[in-house]
């Protein structure tokens, strides 16, 4: 039986890859985290992050990186969270367009 989940996963494109990794990261993190466990909040927070993790594949495959960061973006991803990263980008451009 591992053995099958193991070729399914091999087997995946990179970026699906990516994907279910941030969706099955987010979801234990949720899952560990005990605060707020309804299940709606775990369907949206993971589904967010599967999204933000192809956003960020996309924009790291045009800077010319490999396909093989896919997982590890997904990882990453699902681990922070969407309501961290959203917070990072907005400092970042706010530190930008105040540079500006």
């Not at 053995?3 to 994907?19: C, F, H, K, T, W």
């Amino acid at each position: 039986m591992p053995d099958r989940i193991v070729q399914a996963l091999n087997s995946l494109n990179p970026a699906a890859a990516g994907i279910l990794m941030a969706l099955f990261v987010s979801l234990l993190r949720i899952v560990y985290d005990d605060r707020d466990t309804k299940p709606i909040r775990i369907m949206l927070e993971s589904t967010i992050c599967g999204a933000l993790s192809l956003t960020i594949n996309s924009g790291v495959m045009a800077m010319g990186f490999g396909a093989h960061w896919s997982v590890f973006i997904g990882g990453t991803v699902g681990y922070i969270g969407s309501t961290k990263i959203r917070a990072i980008a907005l400092s970042m451009l706010s530190n930008h367009i105040n540079k500006n």
